[in-house]
Nanobody, 123 residues
Framework: QVHLVESGGGSVQAGGSLRLSCAVS????????LAWFRQAPGKEREGVAR?????????YVADAVEGRFYISQDNAKNTLYLQMTSLKPEDTAMYYC???????????????WGQGTQVTVSS
């Protein structure tokens, strides 16, 4: 099975940068989508960005983070990244990485999840 472990979260001031990492193990060719989601207190879980490892294509970036957040994977394909720049207080949330057979829109369709890493942005 696929196992995902997030790291890199923390507290930063508005305008700062942070890079989240998701260590991927048990990866197979059947895992055709890796994604980042986030959930703030009192809010529904929302998709942030999606990445297709087979061809390195970014299939989705949320409007709220477009131009500021960048999803990528290392050459060994064992780590998924989310580079976050120009952070805003509204970016404060628990960030999760997830994996699925396809890049679904609905978070409920994702089979594998990490434990989450907290990002807090102060004004």
């Amino acid at each position: 099975q696929v196992h995902l472990v997030e790291s890199g979260g923390g507290s930063v001031q508005a305008g700062g940068s942070l890079r989240l990492s998701c260590a991927v193990s048990g990866y197979t060719s059947s895992t055709n989508c890796l994604a980042w989601f986030r959930q703030a207190p009192g809010k529904e879980r929302e998709g942030v960005a999606r990445f297709r490892p087979s061809d390195g294509i970014i299939t989705y970036v949320a409007d709220a983070v477009e131009g500021r957040f960048y999803i990528s994977q290392d050459n060994a394909k064992n780590t998924l990244y989310l580079q976050m720049t120009s952070l805003k207080p509204e970016d404060t949330a628990m960030y999760y990485c997830a994996a699925a057979a396809m890049c679904y829109v609905n978070s409920r369709s994702y089979t594998y999840w990490g434990q989450g890493t907290q990002v807090t942005v102060s004004s």
